[in-house]
C-alpha cells in the first residue's frame, strides 16, 4: 500500500468524487497496473478523519502537454498525470477487455478481468459523456458505452447483474450488455465498469417531458403522452423478463408489514420529528392504514429497476431504453440487489411526472433555469400548486403511462400496493427537498395531499379502475391467469401459486394433482381441511385456520377408484439453490456443478427427498417425470431460477428411482430428456436418468495420498488401454466393475504397467461408438454395474498399484433428441450455425465453447471424474478437432474466427481453463491430449503460452513407426527417415507413444498381422518395435490383445482371443511386455530425462543400409543406457558401435530371446568396450544383434 500525498489534494478536484465536504486523512494506492497504452490504473483507498472509508478506480494518463492545467495534474510514482477523461481513448482498452474477454495481471498480483456478455467491436474513437457524476461514461463510436465506476463496493453490482440478465432474456427495452470489468484479489470481486451498447440518435426524456409539459396545447393529443403508453409497457417486459431471469417468489404478509412499518418510520422521520405546516403527520398515518386495508394481492417479490424515474429512460428512433440500473445511490450494495415489487418502481416513475410538470413550471417563473421561453406563468390551482394545464398534463402522462403498463404486464400490480409506495415516495421527497430544494417542497406535498383526498373520499385512482374488479379482500384463491398458466404446463414459478401460502385468516395451501379426486390437508393428528377442486386439471384450494410451517402438515389424497395415501408437498419448500450457487452458474465458475445440479438426495427442514435441478434458460416451462409421479409431469412443474435453472425438491423420493425432464421447449414441442448432469443411468438402449447418492468407503487413502506429489515427467508411465465391454467375457457376457476389479488388476499388475487407460466409461447409447459420443459426462456407464460398483474397480487398482485414467470427450455429442440436442428448443450446448455446431466427420454436434454455462457443465464433468471417482487422468479426445474452425471442412463451410483466422479461440480458452482448473484443484493428476497436428505448446503450462495439457500423444511417432515396420525389410532402408525423424521434435512437447485402439481397427489389421513376414517374422518384428519403443524417449500406451499378438482386428463386440496364451510364441510376446515393464521401471534411464533432449544421444542414426539404429539413455546422474535395433532379417555380427564408457556392459534386454519366442541369439549377456572412440565416443565395441531385435545394454556395474 503507497501513500500518495498528492492525490489527497487532485481526488477533490473531480467531479465524480463524492467525499468532496469531508475531511481527508489519507489517500492509499493499493493496487495499480499499466496498461497497453500506458495509462496507469489504480486502486484507490480514501480514509476520512471521521466518516467510514471509501475506495475509488482512478485512471490516468500522462499529462505531458503545456495544455494541462496545474490543477488537472496530479504526481504519482514520480511522473506527472491527468484524469483519463480528458483523453477517453485511452479507456478504450478497458472497454475492450469487457467486452472481448481476457484478463490484465495488476502489480499486486490481482487481475482485472473483462467478461464478454454479447458479441461486440468497441471502436478506437472516444468521447467522455458530460453529464454523469458520480461514474465517468465514455460512448465509443456509435457502437458502444463504457460506464466506468468510481466509488467501488465488494460485491454484485446491480447494473452488471440485472443488464446481463436482460441480455441474456433477449430484452430489447434495455441497451444489451456488452461486458464488464471486475477486479479480483483472491475471494474479493469488486465491480469496476460495464460496457452496454450505445443508443443512436437518443435522447433524454427527462428534457423531453419537461418541453412537452411546457406546451399548453391539448395534452390528449400528443405524441410524447400517447408514447408514454410505450413507455409503461417496456417496463413492464423489464419487469416480466426480471422475473423469468431471476429468482422471484409470492409476497408474503411479512413482506406487507416490512413496507407499511418503513413507510411509517419515513413519515415519523420527516413529518413527525419536523412538522410541515402545510401537511399534518397524523392524516398520513391514517393514509397509510386505510390504503393497506384495501389490499387485496401483494403480488411479487422480484428484481426491479430500483430507482426508476424520466431521468433513467432515453427516447429513440427504435423506442424507449431503460438505463442505469444500479439502483438508489444512497443505498448499500445489499439494499439495492434486494428484490421488491413492481409498484416501487412504477411509484417512481409516477412521481416523475409531477416534478416534469414542476420543472415546465419554473421555465415560465425563471426562464433562465430550463429554458429561454418568456410566456407569462399559467395561473395555479389549489389542489398542488401546479396550474390547471400542468396538472390535467401530468395526469394525462399518468393515465397513458400506466395504461400501457397494465396492457402489457403479466402480473398485476394492486392499486392500493402502488398508493402505498407512491406515497411512501412523496413523503421521502418532502424530507429531501426541504433539506436541499425548499421552492420545490410543494411538489411532493401536492402528490400526499391528493393521495390522501383520494382515500379519505374512499376514492380509487382513475387508473386503477381499468384494471378490472378487485378481488374481495377475504379471497384466497389463485388468480386466474395464475391457474391457466398452471394447467397449461407454462408457468414457471408454480410454487408461486401452490404449496404454503399466508393469509389474514390463516394458512392457503393449494395442491396439483390431476390423478386424485379428493384431497385433505392434515395438519398435526387432529385437524384435517378439506380442500375444494377448484379447477377442472386438478388444482385443490384449502384455506388452513391456522399459522402452518412446512413441515406440519401432510396431503391426504384419494383416486377415484378410492384409494387413499399420503404424502408430503413439494411446493411447500424454499429453493435448494443459493444465489451464490446461481451466481456461479451464470458466470460459469461452479466447478462442483454436480453438487447442485442433477437429482441430489437430500434431507430439507428434516424432511427426505431429492432436489431436481436443471439448466433450460428458453424452456417454457420444465416438469419432473419418473417411476415416483407415474410418468406424469402435471404433477410435479419445476420453478424457474436465476441462470436459468429450473429447481424443484420433491419428497420421499428414494435411491434408484428413474427419472427425465419434460421440457416444453421454446418451439413448443414438449420433449423428453435425459439428465444432462445424472450420477446414474439405466442400462442401454434405455435410457432414463437414476436418482443415486453414492454410500461407497474408498480405500485408497494411501494412494490419493501420495497422488498430489506424482512427478510423471519424471515417473515410468507406461499405460495399458482397455476397453471393458470387450477385454474378457464371461458365461458370454462381459465382466462387471467388480469382477474387472480383480482380474484386470491381476493382469495389469502381472504385466508390470503403471496405469490403466479405459476408453470412455461415460454412458453413451451406442456401443458401437465405443464410448466417444457420450450422453452422461457424469455417470460411469450402467452397462457394467452402478457408479459404486466403477468406484470399487478404481479403489482396487489403486489398492493394487495401479493408476486409473479414463478417455474423456468434450470435443462433440450425439444428435439423439432425448440428450443434450436442442434441450431447451434451442441450441443450448450446441452453436446454432451448423458450420460450427455439427461434425462433418462423426454426424454428431459440438459444444459451443464460447457459452459460460457450457464450458462450466464440461469443466465440472472433468474435475467430477477426478475428484468423486477419484480417476488419475484424463485422455482428452479429439483435441485437432477442437482446435481448428475448419477441421475436415472445405472452404465455405467453416466461419472464420473474430480476427479471420481458422483458430477456434473459444475452444482454446476452454481447454486452457480446464488444465487450469484440474492442476489446480487435483496435483498430479494427469491430462493428456489427442491432438494430430502441429499445434504448439499443448503440453506447455497455461501461464507460458500453453493449452495446459501435462502429455500430448505422438501421434507423428505413432504413423512414422507403424508405416516403417509394416513395411518387408528389403525396402525399410528406403524409408529409414520414418524412425530417426521423430527425434527432431521428440522434445517440443511431453510426448507419449501410443499403439492405440484405433490402429487395430476398421481394415488397420491388428499389429502383429501388420508385420511383414512369415509367421516368426512376424512376432520378430513386433518384439523388436516394442523394445524399440520402451527405450524411446516418451512415455508408453499399449492397446490390449498387442502385448500377446492378437491376430484379428479388435471388435468392441467379442472379447480378446485369449486362447491363443497357449501358443508358445504369443505367451513368449506376453512375456516380453511383462518383462519391459519390469526393466523399465527399475531403469531411470528410460523415464527421468523423457523430456529433456540432454537423456538421449544418437550413437548411429544413419545406417539405413543395414536397418540399424543405436542411441544411448541417460539417467538424471548420467547414468546410461545404451539400445541397438537390427530392423533387418540378417544378423549383425562385424558391426562396431561407439559406446559411452569402455568396459563390460551387461545385455539388459535382448527380445530375441527364447523365453520370449526368438532364436536365442546374442552375446552370451554381456560385451566388452574398449577405449577406441568410435561414432564420437570415447569407446567402442563390437556387438552382435540378432536379426529383427532389439538390445539394451547397461554398464556391469550398474544395478
Given at each position: 500500500?503507497?501513500?500518495?500525498?498528492?492525490?489527497?489534494?487532485?481526488?477533490?478536484?473531480?467531479?465524480?468524487?463524492?467525499?468532496?465536504?469531508?475531511?481527508?486523512?489519507?489517500?492509499?494506492?493499493?493496487?495499480?497496473?499499466?496498461?497497453?497504452?500506458?495509462?496507469?490504473?489504480?486502486?484507490?483507498?480514501?480514509?476520512?478523519?471521521?466518516?467510514?472509508?471509501?475506495?475509488?478506480?482512478?485512471?490516468?494518463?500522462?499529462?505531458?502537454?503545456?495544455?494541462?492545467?496545474?490543477?488537472?495534474?496530479?504526481?504519482?510514482?514520480?511522473?506527472?498525470?491527468?484524469?483519463?477523461?480528458?483523453?477517453?481513448?485511452?479507456?478504450?482498452?478497458?472497454?475492450?477487455?469487457?467486452?472481448?474477454?481476457?484478463?490484465?495481471?495488476?502489480?499486486?498480483?490481482?487481475?482485472?478481468?473483462?467478461?464478454?456478455?454479447?458479441?461486440?467491436?468497441?471502436?478506437?474513437?472516444?468521447?467522455?459523456?458530460?453529464?454523469?457524476?458520480?461514474?465517468?461514461?465514455?460512448?465509443?463510436?456509435?457502437?458502444?458505452?463504457?460506464?466506468?465506476?468510481?466509488?467501488?463496493?465488494?460485491?454484485?453490482?446491480?447494473?452488471?447483474?440485472?443488464?446481463?440478465?436482460?441480455?441474456?432474456?433477449?430484452?430489447?427495452?434495455?441497451?444489451?450488455?456488452?461486458?464488464?470489468?471486475?477486479?479480483?484479489?483472491?475471494?474479493?470481486?469488486?465491480?469496476?465498469?460495464?460496457?452496454?451498447?450505445?443508443?443512436?440518435?437518443?435522447?433524454?426524456?427527462?428534457?423531453?417531458?419537461?418541453?412537452?409539459?411546457?406546451?399548453?396545447?391539448?395534452?390528449?393529443?400528443?405524441?410524447?403522452?400517447?408514447?408514454?403508453?410505450?413507455?409503461?409497457?417496456?417496463?413492464?417486459?423489464?419487469?416480466?423478463?426480471?422475473?423469468?431471469?431471476?429468482?422471484?417468489?409470492?409476497?408474503?404478509?411479512?413482506?406487507?408489514?416490512?413496507?407499511?412499518?418503513?413507510?411509517?418510520?419515513?413519515?415519523?422521520?420527516?413529518?413527525?420529528?419536523?412538522?410541515?405546516?402545510?401537511?399534518?403527520?397524523?392524516?398520513?398515518?391514517?393514509?397509510?392504514?386505510?390504503?393497506?386495508?384495501?389490499?387485496?394481492?401483494?403480488?411479487?417479490?422480484?428484481?426491479?429497476?430500483?430507482?426508476?424515474?424520466?431521468?433513467?429512460?432515453?427516447?429513440?428512433?427504435?423506442?424507449?431504453?431503460?438505463?442505469?440500473?444500479?439502483?438508489?445511490?444512497?443505498?448499500?450494495?445489499?439494499?439495492?440487489?434486494?428484490?421488491?415489487?413492481?409498484?416501487?418502481?412504477?411509484?417512481?416513475?409516477?412521481?416523475?411526472?409531477?416534478?416534469?410538470?414542476?420543472?415546465?413550471?419554473?421555465?415560465?417563473?425563471?426562464?433562465?433555469?430550463?429554458?429561454?421561453?418568456?410566456?407569462?406563468?399559467?395561473?395555479?390551482?389549489?389542489?398542488?400548486?401546479?396550474?390547471?394545464?400542468?396538472?390535467?398534463?401530468?395526469?394525462?402522462?399518468?393515465?397513458?403511462?400506466?395504461?400501457?403498463?397494465?396492457?402489457?404486464?403479466?402480473?398485476?400490480?394492486?392499486?392500493?400496493?402502488?398508493?402505498?409506495?407512491?406515497?411512501?415516495?412523496?413523503?421521502?421527497?418532502?424530507?429531501?427537498?426541504?433539506?436541499?430544494?425548499?421552492?420545490?417542497?410543494?411538489?411532493?406535498?401536492?402528490?400526499?395531499?391528493?393521495?390522501?383526498?383520494?382515500?379519505?373520499?374512499?376514492?380509487?385512482?382513475?387508473?386503477?379502475?381499468?384494471?378490472?374488479?378487485?378481488?374481495?379482500?377475504?379471497?384466497?384463491?389463485?388468480?386466474?391467469?395464475?391457474?391457466?398458466?398452471?394447467?397449461?404446463?407454462?408457468?414457471?414459478?408454480?410454487?408461486?401459486?401452490?404449496?404454503?401460502?399466508?393469509?389474514?385468516?390463516?394458512?392457503?395451501?393449494?395442491?396439483?394433482?390431476?390423478?386424485?379426486?379428493?384431497?385433505?390437508?392434515?395438519?398435526?393428528?387432529?385437524?384435517?381441511?378439506?380442500?375444494?377442486?377448484?379447477?377442472?386439471?386438478?388444482?385443490?384450494?384449502?384455506?388452513?385456520?391456522?399459522?402452518?410451517?412446512?413441515?406440519?402438515?401432510?396431503?391426504?389424497?384419494?383416486?377415484?377408484?378410492?384409494?387413499?395415501?399420503?404424502?408430503?408437498?413439494?411446493?411447500?419448500?424454499?429453493?435448494?439453490?443459493?444465489?451464490?450457487?446461481?451466481?456461479?452458474?451464470?458466470?460459469?465458475r461452479h466447478e462442483q456443478l454436480w453438487r447442485r445440479l442433477g437429482a441430489q438426495v437430500t434431507t430439507v427442514d428434516d424432511v427426505p427427498g431429492v432436489s431436481f435441478a436443471v439448466w433450460a434458460p428458453n424452456a417454457q416451462s420444465v416438469r419432473v417425470v419418473g417411476s415416483f409421479n407415474q410418468w406424469d409431469g402435471r404433477r410435479h412443474p419445476m420453478r424457474m431460477l436465476?441462470?436459468?435453472?429450473?429447481?424443484?425438491?420433491?419428497?420421499?423420493?428414494?435411491?434408484?428411482?428413474?427419472?427425465?425432464?419434460?421440457?416444453?421447449?421454446?418451439?413448443?414441442?414438449?420433449?423428453?430428456?435425459?439428465?444432462?448432469?445424472?450420477?446414474?443411468?439405466?442400462?442401454?438402449?434405455?435410457?432414463?436418468?437414476?436418482?443415486?447418492?453414492?454410500?461407497?468407503?474408498?480405500?485408497?487413502?494411501?494412494?490419493?495420498?501420495?497422488?498430489?506429489?506424482?512427478?510423471?515427467?519424471?515417473?515410468?508411465?507406461?499405460?495399458?488401454?482397455?476397453?471393458?465391454?470387450?477385454?474378457?467375457?464371461?458365461?458370454?457376457?462381459?465382466?462387471?466393475?467388480?469382477?474387472?476389479?480383480?482380474?484386470?488388476?491381476?493382469?495389469?499388475?502381472?504385466?508390470?504397467?503403471?496405469?490403466?487407460?479405459?476408453?470412455?466409461?461415460?454412458?453413451?447409447?451406442?456401443?458401437?461408438?465405443?464410448?466417444?459420443?457420450?450422453?452422461?459426462?457424469?455417470?460411469?456407464?450402467?452397462?457394467?454395474?452402478?457408479?459404486?460398483?466403477?468406484?470399487?474397480?478404481?479403489?482396487?487398482?489403486?489398492?493394487?498399484?495401479?493408476?486409473?485414467?479414463?478417455?474423456?470427450?468434450?470435443?462433440?455429442?450425439?444428435?439423439?433428441?432425448?440428450?443434450?440436442?436442442?434441450?431447451?428448443?434451442?441450441?443450448?450446448?450446441?452453436?446454432?450455425?451448423?458450420?460450427?455446431?455439427?461434425?462433418?466427420?462423426?454426424?454428431?454436434?459440438?459444444?459451443?465453447?464460447?457459452?459460460?454455462?457450457?464450458?462450466?457443465?464440461?469443466?465440472?464433468?472433468?474435475?467430477?471424474?477426478?475428484?468423486?471417482?477419484?480417476?488419475?487422468?484424463?485422455?482428452?479426445?479429439?483435441?485437432?478437432?477442437?482446435?481448428?474452425?475448419?477441421?475436415?471442412?472445405?472452404?465455405?463451410?467453416?466461419?472464420?474466427?473474430?480476427?479471420?483466422?481458422?483458430?477456434?479461440?473459444?475452444?482454446?480458452?476452454?481447454?486452457?481453463?480446464?488444465?487450469?482448473?484440474?492442476?489446480?484443484?487435483?496435483?498430479?493428476?494427469?491430462?493428456?491430449?489427442?491432438?494430430?497436428?502441429?499445434?504448439?505448446?499443448?503440453?506447455?503450462?497455461?501461464?507460458?503460452?500453453?493449452?495446459?495439457?501435462?502429455?500430448?500423444?505422438?501421434?507423428?511417432?505413432?504413423?512414422?513407426?507403424?508405416?516403417?515396420?509394416?513395411?518387408?525389410?528389403?525396402?525399410?532402408?528406403?524409408?529409414?527417415?520414418?524412425?530417426?525423424?521423430?527425434?527432431?521434435?521428440?522434445?517440443?512437447?511431453?510426448?507419449?507413444?501410443?499403439?492405440?485402439?484405433?490402429?487395430?481397427?476398421?481394415?488397420?489389421?491388428?499389429?502383429?498381422?501388420?508385420?511383414?513376414?512369415?509367421?516368426?517374422?512376424?512376432?520378430?518384428?513386433?518384439?523388436?518395435?516394442?523394445?524399440?519403443?520402451?527405450?524411446?524417449?516418451?512415455?508408453?500406451?499399449?492397446?490390449?490383445?498387442?502385448?500377446?499378438?492378437?491376430?484379428?482386428?479388435?471388435?468392441?463386440?467379442?472379447?480378446?482371443?485369449?486362447?491363443?496364451?497357449?501358443?508358445?510364441?504369443?505367451?513368449?510376446?506376453?512375456?516380453?511386455?511383462?518383462?519391459?515393464?519390469?526393466?523399465?521401471?527399475?531403469?531411470?534411464?528410460?523415464?527421468?530425462?523423457?523430456?529433456?533432449?540432454?537423456?538421449?544421444?544418437?550413437?548411429?542414426?544413419?545406417?539405413?543400409?543395414?536397418?540399424?539404429?543405436?542411441?544411448?539413455?541417460?539417467?538424471?546422474?548420467?547414468?546410461?543406457?545404451?539400445?541397438?535395433?537390427?530392423?533387418?532379417?540378417?544378423?549383425?555380427?562385424?558391426?562396431?558401435?561407439?559406446?559411452?564408457?569402455?568396459?563390460?556392459?551387461?545385455?539388459?534386454?535382448?527380445?530375441?530371446?527364447?523365453?520370449?519366442?526368438?532364436?536365442?541369439?546374442?552375446?552370451?549377456?554381456?560385451?566388452?568396450?574398449?577405449?577406441?572412440?568410435?561414432?564420437?565416443?570415447?569407446?567402442?565395441?563390437?556387438?552382435?544383434?540378432?536379426?529383427?531385435?532389439?538390445?539394451?545394454?547397461?554398464?556391469?556395474?550398474?544395478?
Amino acid at each position: 500500500m503507497t501513500a500518495s500525498p498528492d492525490l489527497s489534494r487532485w481526488l477533490p478536484t473531480r467531479r465524480w468524487f463524492q467525499g468532496k465536504d469531508r475531511d481527508i486523512a489519507s489517500v492509499s494506492v493499493v493496487d495499480s497496473a499499466t496498461l497497453l497504452s500506458l495509462a496507469r490504473w489504480l486502486l484507490v483507498d480514501v480514509v476520512y478523519t471521521a466518516d467510514p472509508a471509501e475506495r475509488y478506480q482512478v485512471v490516468l494518463v500522462a499529462a505531458n502537454g503545456p495544455d494541462t492545467d496545474a490543477g488537472d495534474a496530479v504526481t504519482f510514482d514520480g511522473a506527472r498525470w491527468r484524469d483519463a477523461t480528458s483523453g477517453p481513448v485511452a479507456l478504450g482498452e478497458l472497454a475492450r477487455l469487457a467486452a472481448d474477454g481476457g484478463a490484465i495481471v495488476t502489480d499486486a498480483g490481482a487481475t482485472i478481468e473483462g467478461r464478454a456478455a454479447a458479441a461486440s467491436n468497441v471502436p478506437a474513437d472516444a468521447r467522455t459523456l458530460d453529464a454523469e457524476q458520480s461514474n465517468t461514461s465514455v460512448v465509443f463510436g456509435d457502437t458502444a458505452v463504457l460506464k466506468l465506476f468510481r466509488r467501488l463496493e465488494p460485491g454484485i453490482n446491480p447494473d452488471i447483474e440485472l443488464t446481463a440478465a436482460l441480455t441474456a432474456a433477449g430484452n430489447r427495452d434495455v441497451p444489451a450488455q456488452l461486458g464488464a470489468l471486475h477486479h479480483r484479489g483472491g475471494d474479493d470481486v469488486v465491480a469496476l465498469g460495464v460496457v452496454g451498447a450505445y443508443v443512436v440518435d437518443g435522447w433524454d426524456a427527462w428534457r423531453a417531458a419537461v418541453a412537452d409539459a411546457a406546451d399548453t396545447t391539448d395534452p390528449s393529443r400528443r405524441d410524447f403522452i400517447t408514447g408514454l403508453a410505450d413507455l409503461g409497457a417496456a417496463v413492464a417486459r423489464v419487469h416480466a423478463d426480471l422475473r423469468r431471469a431471476l429468482p422471484h417468489r409470492a409476497a408474503t404478509h411479512d413482506d406487507v408489514d416490512g413496507w407499511i412499518e418503513a413507510a411509517h418510520r419515513q413519515i415519523a422521520a420527516v413529518l413527525d420529528a419536523r412538522p410541515v405546516s402545510e401537511l399534518a403527520a397524523d392524516p398520513v398515518h391514517a393514509a397509510v392504514d386505510r390504503i393497506t386495508e384495501q389490499l387485496t394481492d401483494a403480488g411479487v417479490v422480484a428484481r426491479i429497476h430500483g430507482d426508476l424515474h424520466l431521468g433513467q429512460v432515453l427516447g429513440s428512433p427504435d423506442g424507449w431504453r431503460i438505463i442505469d440500473f444500479e439502483g438508489e445511490p444512497a443505498k448499500s450494495l445489499d439494499q439495492r440487489r434486494a428484490p421488491g415489487p413492481a409498484a416501487r418502481d412504477i411509484a417512481g416513475m409516477l412521481r416523475s411526472f409531477d416534478y416534469a410538470a414542476a420543472a415546465a413550471l419554473r421555465s415560465f417563473e425563471h426562464p433562465d433555469a430550463t429554458t429561454d421561453d418568456t410566456r407569462p406563468a399559467p395561473e395555479r390551482s389549489d389542489d398542488d400548486h401546479l396550474p390547471p394545464a400542468l396538472a390535467a398534463w401530468r395526469d394525462a402522462a399518468r393515465d397513458s403511462f400506466l395504461a400501457g403498463y397494465e396492457a402489457h404486464a403479466d402480473v398485476p400490480v394492486d392499486p392500493a400496493l402502488l398508493a402505498l409506495f407512491e406515497l411512501d415516495k412523496a413523503v421521502y421527497e418532502i424530507g429531501y427537498e426541504r433539506a436541499n430544494r425548499p421552492d420545490w417542497l410543494a411538489i411532493p406535498i401536492g402528490g400526499v395531499r391528493r393521495i390522501l383526498d383520494r382515500r379519505t373520499s374512499g376514492g380509487i385512482d382513475r387508473a386503477a379502475q381499468t384494471r378490472g374488479t378487485a378481488m374481495p379482500a377475504t379471497s384466497w384463491h389463485a388468480h386466474p391467469d395464475d391457474v391457466d398458466a398452471l394447467l397449461a404446463g407454462t408457468h414457471i414459478n408454480p410454487h408461486r401459486v401452490l404449496g404454503l401460502h399466508e393469509h389474514r385468516d390463516g394458512t392457503v395451501v393449494r395442491v396439483l394433482r390431476p390423478d386424485v379426486a379428493e384431497v385433505d390437508v392434515e395438519v398435526g393428528d387432529d385437524t384435517v381441511v378439506a380442500a375444494t377442486r377448484t379447477a377442472d386439471g386438478g388444482l385443490f384450494e384449502a384455506l388452513v385456520p391456522d399459522k402452518i410451517q412446512t413441515g406440519d402438515y401432510r396431503l391426504r389424497m384419494r383416486t377415484a377408484d378410492g384409494v387413499e395415501f399420503t404424502a408430503r408437498d413439494p411446493y411447500a419448500f424454499w429453493p435448494t439453490l443459493g444465489d451464490i450457487d446461481l451466481h456461479l452458474a451464470g458466470e460459469g465458475r461452479h466447478e462442483q456443478l454436480w453438487r447442485r445440479l442433477g437429482a441430489q438426495v437430500t434431507t430439507v427442514d428434516d424432511v427426505p427427498g431429492v432436489s431436481f435441478a436443471v439448466w433450460a434458460p428458453n424452456a417454457q416451462s420444465v416438469r419432473v417425470v419418473g417411476s415416483f409421479n407415474q410418468w406424469d409431469g402435471r404433477r410435479h412443474p419445476m420453478r424457474m431460477l436465476d441462470s436459468g435453472i429450473w429447481e424443484l425438491f420433491i419428497p420421499d423420493v428414494e435411491q434408484g428411482a428413474v427419472y427425465k425432464y419434460e421440457v416444453l421447449r421454446s418451439d413448443g414441442h414438449l420433449t423428453l430428456h435425459a439428465d444432462p448432469l445424472a450420477f446414474a443411468t439405466q442400462a442401454p438402449p434405455d435410457n432414463a436418468s437414476r436418482v443415486f447418492a453414492s454410500s461407497y468407503e474408498w480405500q485408497d487413502d494411501d494412494w490419493m495420498d501420495r497422488r498430489p506429489e506424482q512427478l510423471w515427467h519424471e515417473q515410468p508411465l507406461s499405460v495399458y488401454e482397455v476397453h471393458l465391454e470387450s477385454w474378457r467375457h464371461t458365461d458370454g457376457r462381459p465382466l462387471t466393475y467388480r469382477e474387472l476389479a480383480s482380474q484386470l488388476a491381476d493382469y495389469a499388475d502381472d504385466m508390470g504397467f503403471t496405469h490403466i487407460e479405459l476408453l470412455p466409461v461415460a454412458e453413451h447409447p451406442y456401443a458401437g461408438s465405443w464410448g466417444y459420443q457420450v450422453t452422461g459426462q457424469f455417470a460411469p456407464t450402467a452397462r457394467f454395474g452402478s457408479p459404486d460398483d466403477f468406484r470399487y474397480l478404481v479403489d482396487h487398482l489403486h489398492q493394487r498399484g495401479l493408476g486409473v485414467i479414463v478417455d474423456w470427450v468434450p470435443a462433440h455429442f450425439p444428435r439423439d433428441e432425448w440428450a443434450l440436442a436442442r434441450f431447451d428448443g434451442t441450441a443450448l450446448y450446441e452453436h446454432a450455425d451448423p458450420r460450427q455446431g455439427e461434425h462433418p466427420d462423426w454426424g454428431t454436434l459440438i459444444y459451443n465453447f464460447g457459452r459460460n454455462e457450457v464450458r462450466n457443465y464440461l469443466v465440472a464433468s472433468a474435475l467430477f471424474w477426478l475428484e468423486e471417482l477419484h480417476v488419475d487422468g484424463l485422455r482428452v479426445d479429439a483435441v485437432a478437432s477442437m482446435l481448428y474452425l475448419d477441421y475436415s471442412r472445405e472452404e465455405g463451410e467453416w466461419v472464420p474466427n473474430a480476427y479471420g483466422g481458422n483458430e477456434n479461440l473459444e475452444a482454446i480458452e476452454f481447454l486452457k481453463e480446464t488444465a487450469t482448473a484440474v492442476y489446480g484443484r487435483n496435483p498430479g493428476a494427469l491430462l493428456i491430449a489427442e491432438e494430430s497436428t502441429a499445434w504448439p505448446g499443448v503440453s506447455r503450462p497455461v501461464h507460458l503460452g500453453g493449452l495446459g495439457f501435462g502429455f500430448k500423444w505422438n501421434m507423428g511417432w505413432m504413423h512414422d513407426t507403424l508405416s516403417y515396420f509394416s513395411r518387408d525389410p528389403i525396402h525399410r532402408r528406403f524409408h529409414h527417415n520414418e524412425l530417426t525423424f521423430g527425434l527432431l521434435y521428440a522434445w517440443s512437447e511431453n510426448y507419449v507413444l501410443p499403439l492405440s485402439h484405433d490402429e487395430v481397427v476398421h481394415g488397420k489389421r491388428s499389429l502383429l498381422d501388420k508385420m511383414p513376414g512369415d509367421r516368426w517374422q512376424k512376432f520378430a518384428n513386433l518384439r523388436a518395435l516394442f523394445g524399440y519403443m520402451w527405450a524411446h524417449p516418451g512415455k508408453q500406451l499399449l492397446f490390449m490383445g498387442g502385448e500377446f499378438g492378437q491376430w484379428r482386428e479388435w471388435s468392441e463386440a467379442r472379447q480378446l482371443d485369449w486362447d491363443l496364451l497357449s501358443e508358445s510364441d504369443h505367451a513368449g510376446l506376453r512375456q516380453l511386455v511383462a518383462d519391459l515393464n519390469g526393466v523399465y521401471r527399475e531403469q531411470p534411464a528410460l523415464w527421468e530425462r523423457d523430456h529433456d533432449p540432454q537423456g538421449f544421444r544418437w550413437i548411429d542414426a544413419n545406417n539405413a543400409d543395414a536397418n540399424l539404429l543405436s542411441f544411448v539413455r541417460y539417467a538424471a546422474d548420467d547414468s546410461p543406457m545404451v539400445c541397438v535395433v537390427n530392423l533387418s532379417p540378417i544378423p549383425c555380427d562385424d558391426q562396431r558401435f561407439g559406446m559411452p564408457q569402455a568396459g563390460r556392459w551387461r545385455e539388459l534386454m535382448n527380445t530375441d530371446a527364447d523365453a520370449y519366442g526368438g532364436g536365442n541369439l546374442g552375446n552370451m549377456g554381456a560385451i566388452t568396450a574398449e577405449a577406441a572412440p568410435w561414432h564420437g565416443m570415447t569407446a567402442s565395441a563390437s556387438i552382435f544383434v540378432p536379426p529383427l531385435a532389439t538390445l539394451w545394454l547397461i554398464p556391469d556395474d550398474a544395478v
